[in-house]
DNA sequence: ACGATTTTGTGAACAGGTTCACCAACTCTT
DNA sequence: AAGAGTTGGTGAACCTGTTCACAAAATCGT
């Protein structure tokens, strides 16, 4: 990285452009999120080790993610809590707020649509949708419920590039392809389903189920360890 | 393994208490669901391949991941369905439902109450509990939402072992306190706050918030490599 | 019966992420 | 001004997880 730098602004662009691993990308909403609550209670300035607790990470986890955006720290004294703020947001995109839309206006559909701290974190639930007719017309919160045949009009008009499924399994795939085809190149999905897209779209899976079946396989695990009188 | 091995019975034992890598089990509940839904469609043999494309990993991946179980598969052939997903819900411990106790009735807490598909993967909510009077004696789909103040009762009567906490951030702390003090072990928080809990209790963290974010990040990323010229 | 074919199970190589340990750079005290 | 104390940045070691490559074990066809 060093070697290629040839002027300040080649090397900023550099930084920008620099892959920072996944790991540390799904942190830095973390870390986010701990300095806006430390600026909140008026202090200025933080070390790794404050961030740390307030993350709920190693500091040096903290400082090695931080290495990957740059030097922004002080040795001796640590970090300027605005200025890092001010950084993180930059890095992951939240200098602005990104319109998202919803599929599925349904029991988890309006819980999204109702979700409070959207907003302050750069997310913003531009439109809903929904297939049932019933539901077309109500008003989730601030926001009415359109038809699902105005999908692609939507995402369009509004320039949206993020897109939530929150329907029943059986009809997320389907929705998945028209919202690839209308211009959503990501997608976070609620439906317990694999869904396929094409390359350079990216896709998260959140399944509640399998969070709780998870945690079951530890439970059980304990439950066995006290029964067999297991390790310790 | 092989040199401890004295006896058939202890061997199973020491399968059935052998650490299996998080990776792993993170992943068996999808090719649970994966043979699940295999069985349904009538196919009684399945190759490590199958699998593959029905969870969306790599058949390498399915095979280290099930060598932890034992070997239950028959070269040249495939795996048998049915002892598959048996041996794998045996392993996760999804021999018998897992009831759970729900902390929050707002919009969040009725579309888990309300979610289908918990019951065919083991997870039981068994009560559901807020802090708002005006909450307490409606119902959510079957089950009547109970007192905050009725939890520990709640918890112990029925040894519930794992909670979900659907409140507002600041409420979630206490929320964890006072689950893992009536004998909650496994805790599954849709708050985005940071809870503390003592060693030996497991929590998992859903933040939707935060998947957003990593989504925009990688929006942004794709937006700057075309502004300038990136990476092919 | 035997070679061709399929598919599992697994050691080895590889990749990614975390922790450790320590130097460098800053402040504070005297 | 100099030493003591603090804290960020970072290479190295370590650990976990994934992919590769192939032998072992089964079936199938002839």
Known sequence: MNLLRNDALEGAQARRRAQIPDATVARLPLYLRALSELADRGVTTCSSEHVATAAG????????????????????VGYDVQQLRDRIAETIGQTHNWDVILVGAGHLGSALAAYQGFGNRGIHVAAVVDEDPALVGTKLGSITVDSVENLATLIKDNGILIGIIATPPD??????????????????????????????????????????????????????????????
Chains 1, 2 share one sequence.
Do not use: C, M, W
Request: no cysteine; aromatic share 4%.
């Open 171 to 232: 009809a997320a795939q389907s929705v998945a392809d028209r919202l690839v085809e209308a211009g959503v190149t990501s997608i976070l999905n609620f439906a317990p389903t694999l869904i396929q897209v094409p390359a350079g779209v990216d896709v998260r899976q959140v399944d509640v189920a399998v969070e709780l079946q998870i945690l079951a396989y530890h439970e059980q695990r304990k439950a066995a360890s006290v029964k067999g009188g297991g390790v310790t």
């Open 57 to 76: 990470v190693s500091s040096a986890n903290i400082r090695k993610d931080l290495s990957h955006l740059g030097s922004y720290g002080t040795r001796g």
